[in-house]
């Protein structure tokens, strides 16, 4: 293991890490503020501290123990989830899909910000590679985010999402699901599947949505 090499890796990706997890998280608890549900706010989860949203096992030991183990080739990781009870929402079947679209979302806005900022160091013509790699790490711990959590599993953003569309009946049958979803999503992740079928996909269109997006700055810089 290159230690010089797992120092540098840690120090490019510390900050996008820490900023995509607090802001999913945060943005979680402000929408269900929003929509009438206060249990975020009230155990003070709505903030951008991010000591209040990492799991010292889920967000530090396992990304490190896996990195070791596997030379970098394979992370997973996972915070504190923001608490929220649906029950408590105006409309629980309907905000419950806005609630968990926040936190995807949040990565989403954060990963065209990583891509503004690393434009605009180059149009400066600033040359460090250490922050012209943090700025790409921020786009890419961003839209692995972004992607992973849209997985329509519970208890996933994106399992919440599907509950919250289909109808009572199938919402009921998917729900019961919750239980066994984190099992049932790191198989799929140690089988490859979820890369190949999902994370793979979505990325790249993804990406390609951000590249649109950000072409008219990116020509302005140049």
Not at 9 to 37: C, Q, R, S, W
């Amino acid at each position: 293991m290159d230690f010089a090499h797992l120092i540098q890796t840690v120090a490019i990706y510390a900050l996008p890490v820490l900023f995509a997890i607090t802001v999913h998280e945060a943005a979680h608890g402000y929408a269900a503020l929003h929509f009438g549900d206060k249990t975020a706010w009230s155990l003070g989860r709505i903030t951008l501290n991010p000591a209040k949203h990492i799991d010292p096992v889920g967000t530090i030991l396992m990304p490190l123990l896996l990195y070791f183990a596997t030379s970098g080739a394979f992370l997973f990781g996972y915070a504190k989830p923001v608490p929220v009870r649906f029950g408590n929402l105006k409309n629980p079947k309907r905000d419950m899909i806005w609630v968990a679209l926040a936190g995807p979302g949040a990565n989403l806005a954060m990963a065209l910000a990583w891509g503004v900022a690393l434009y605009l160091l180059q149009g400066a013509g600033v040359s460090e590679p250490f922050f012209l790699k943090m700025c790409q790490g921020g786009v890419l711990v961003n839209v692995v985010m972004f992607a992973f959590n849209l997985f329509p599993l519970p208890p996933l953003d994106g399992g919440r999402i599907l509950v919250g569309l289909l109808p009572l009946k199938q919402a009921m049958a998917v729900s019961r699901i919750e239980p066994w979803g984190f099992f049932i999503v790191m198989a799929l992740v140690i089988a490859g599947v979820l890369s190949t079928v999902w994370m793979q996909p979505v990325m790249s269109l993804t990406f390609g949505f951000l590249d649109l997006v950000l072409t008219p700055l990116s020509m302005l810089t140049r």
